[in-house]
């Protein structure tokens, strides 16, 4: 069965004659020498898939008796560090503590919160929620909870649970419906229907929301986006506005790429680089779509993924993210 967390537009795949025996003692080596082999490191971490990386970190594991990820973060510092660590960690757990980390300590990092959440399927959804409770015997949904609130937090919730249909099949009366529902919900009274928008736009598949958009615009004579920032506010319209962005598509496909191109060039922008954001859909995209991402970047903004990277990070780091990145464009 094929994985639920590799697609057909990533840049990193399976390394052809692999054997997770050679790579964990070339690792080994490279670590336990005096001063570290970043290269082999680099090498062998970005020129596997993630299925293969896990294979490599159990080996390890067996063949000497400590967690890959232990002595990774035990060797290497800073944002290096911090992106070879999410490399050997699997997908799930990698999103979920992403998650965590985005509601520790003071101030819970919204964004974040919402571009995982707007952004994974259904059935990625309910591996993380797994992951979550394993990691942290807690669970996702009331972590949410105390970290949030009002129509955001529902909305949150909403996402979480993984309920949103992935059907390809679009139906034009429910998505009459759903739109003339939108439209009572928002434009036409006097008040907001918050309910109804979460309801519509956190559970129904991205094709569907599609076809409700264009019957909403036939409608109202306005964009779904337009209504949204003009009836809503906050968090919870970010939010929204991040379901929107992923699934205007002509090909009425979700058009997540966009959305994360976006995140990307924020991240990459101005003073400072968001490393935090910058690893996160680096790695967890490798190997969906970052391709995809990577086109809707150079289309959006005129220049290349790799070469804001390269222009804004540096050392062993960029190394690492540019061969993540694969090519330039």
């Known amino acids: ?14 390394y052809p004659s692999f054997s997770a025996s050679v790579d964990a003692e070339a690792i080994h080596k490279a670590i336990r020498g005096i001063g570290t082999d970043e290269k082999t490191l680099i090498s062998i971490l970005t020129e596997r898939s993630n299925a293969q990386r896990q294979l490599i970190a159990k080996e390890y594991q067996a063949a000497y008796g400590r967690e890959l990820k232990d002595d990774l973060k035990g060797d290497l510092s800073g944002h290096f560090k911090c992106l070879m660590v999410a490399l050997v960690t699997p997908p799930a757990v990698f999103d979920a503590k992403q998650l965590k980390k985005s509601m520790k300590g003071t101030g819970t990092n919204e964004d974040a919160l919402i571009e995982i959440l707007t952004t994974r399927t259904s059935r990625q959804m309910k591996e993380i929620g797994q992951a979550y409770y394993t990691v942290y015997k807690k669970s996702l949904g009331d972590e949410i909870s105390s970290e949030t609130s009002g129509d955001f937090r529902k909305a949150l919730l909403t996402l979480a649970d993984g309920r949103r249909d992935e059907g390809l099949k679009v139906d034009e009366q429910l998505a009459k419906e759903d739109a003339q529902i939108l439209y009572n919900a928002g434009e036409n009274k006097w008040g907001t229907d918050e309910d109804a928008f979460t309801e519509i736009l956190c559970l129904r598949s991205f094709p569907q929301l599609k076809l409700t958009f264009d019957e909403y615009r036939n409608i109202s004579q306005k964009d779904i986006e337009d209504s949204i920032k003009g009836e809503l506010s906050g968090r919870f319209e970010d939010l929204l506005l991040a379901i929107d962005l992923s ?83």
């Open 247 to 329: 699934t205007v598509h002509v090909c009425c496909a979700r058009n997540t790429p966009a959305f994360l191109a976006k995140r990307l060039h924020q991240a990459l922008k101005g003073a400072g680089t968001d490393e935090f954001t910058l690893n996160r859909i680096m790695v967890s995209r490798s190997e969906i779509d970052l391709l995809d991402i990577r086109a809707e970047f150079k289309k959006q903004y005129g220049y290349s993924l790799h070469s804001a990277i390269e222009s804004d990070t540096s050392g062993d780091y960029a190394v690492t993210l540019v061969k993540i990145c694969g090519g330039d464009d």
């Open 1 to 14: 069965m094929a994985s639920i967390w590799v697609g057909h537009q990533g840049t990193m795949r399976d």
